[in-house]
């Protein structure tokens, strides 16, 4: 084989809870990592005499802080080979957004380059690289919906999935994630996931009492923007909605496509929007 081409695919955080700070800096956590397979970035890697890697958007970097040349580089570094390989990168997740766009670019190439150059990496040591190159890349190894908890890498997968269409608005507010923790308030409070779905798997409306996302308070009230997204999404219908990650996006999931389309006509025309039917 010389030639994989893969989709690498966007997720949302359902309810995420920051439980505690930790001694290294980073803070566990508390979510339901879900996949949105039909809003996806592509990437090509081809064998080649030398390595090369081009991305499409000029937004993002296309040296060695881009987490495909990351990925990359860490698996030359544990297999000590060097990897000629040419890669392009075609965006369509926005960047900053809590989408995990970048993280599930660098989850793609692992599993790709393990497989163009018969690596024979297992699952276990794949999350463990995965881990060294950011918090949400572990999730992306698989990419099904999965409890996450630690700082993302301890995953259950669990049986569920939403069976309404969901509405995914991004208004190009960009926000740090790393500064997005540094103000969030650590609840002390893991969201009991299995105990809640047991019963309510399909009953969304009862999800806002249960599913938070701590990055709201701060995030909110620094950009009243995206609150008001929220406070749409429930004027027009929707069944539950919340920020995914550490935001900018905020995403609803609705009874029917119809009522999604009302509310797009309320949104400024130059947010990003997104309606997932879940096809792959
Ligand atoms: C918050 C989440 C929720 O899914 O999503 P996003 O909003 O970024 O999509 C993720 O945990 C983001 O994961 P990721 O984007 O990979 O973060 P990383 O590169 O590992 O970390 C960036 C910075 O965020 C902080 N950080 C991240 C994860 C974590 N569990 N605790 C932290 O304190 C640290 O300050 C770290 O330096
Ligand atoms: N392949 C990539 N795609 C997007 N962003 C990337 C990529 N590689 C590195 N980055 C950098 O990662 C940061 C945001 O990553 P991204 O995954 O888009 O954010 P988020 O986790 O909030 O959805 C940006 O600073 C961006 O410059």
């Given at each position: 084989m010389r030639y994989i081409e893969i989709k690498a695919p966007a997720k949302i955080n359902i309810g995420l809870k920051?439980?505690?700070?930790?001694r290294d800096g980073?803070?566990?956590?508390?979510t339901l990592f879900y996949p949105i397979n039909d809003l996806y970035d592509v990437l090509k890697f081809?064998?080649?005499g030398n390595f090369s890697f081009q991305c499409d958007n000029p937004n993002i970097p296309n040296d060695d802080n881009n987490l495909?040349?990351?990925?990359?580089?860490?698996l030359e570094k544990e297999t000590k080979k060097?990897?000629?390989?040419k890669i392009e990168l075609l965006k369509n997740i926005p960047s900053e957004a809590g989408l995990g766009g970048g993280s599930s670019d660098a989850a793609a190439t692992l599993i790709s380059l393990n497989e163009l150059y018969s690596l024979n990496f297992r699952y276990e040591k794949l999350l463990e690289l995965a881990l060294d190159l950011g918090s949400d890349v572990p999730f992306f190894i698989k990419a099904k919906p999965a409890i996450g908890k630690s700082r993302g890498e301890i995953l259950e997968q669990i049986d569920f999935?939403?069976?309404?269409?969901?509405l995914i608005v991004n208004p190009k507010i960009k926000i740090s994630t790393k500064e997005a923790f540094s103000f969030v308030k650590s609840s002390n409070?893991?969201?009991?996931?299995?105990?809640?779905?047991?019963?309510?798997?399909?009953?969304?409306?009862?999800?806002?009492?249960?599913?938070?996302?701590?990055?709201?308070?701060?995030?909110?009230?620094?950009?009243?923007?995206?609150?008001?997204?929220?406070?749409?999404?429930?004027?027009?219908?929707?069944?539950?909605?919340?920020?995914?990650?550490?935001g900018s996006t905020v995403y609803g999931i609705f009874p029917d496509v119809q009522k999604i389309k009302g509310l797009l006509e309320e949104l400024p025309k130059n947010y990003f929007t997104f309606i997932s039917t879940h096809e792959n």
């Open positions: 920051v439980v505690s700070k930790r980073y803070h566990n956590l508390s081809e064998l080649a495909v040349v990351k990925a990359k580089n860490i060097r990897l000629n390989v999935e939403i069976n309404k269409p969901i409070q893991e969201i009991e996931f299995n105990n809640f779905l047991t019963n309510h798997k399909n009953d969304f409306n009862s999800y806002k009492n249960i599913f938070e996302n701590d990055f709201e308070n701060y995030v909110f009230e620094k950009y009243p923007e995206i609150k008001i997204i929220k406070e749409k999404m429930y004027k027009n219908g929707a069944l539950f909605s919340s920020m995914s990650g550490t």
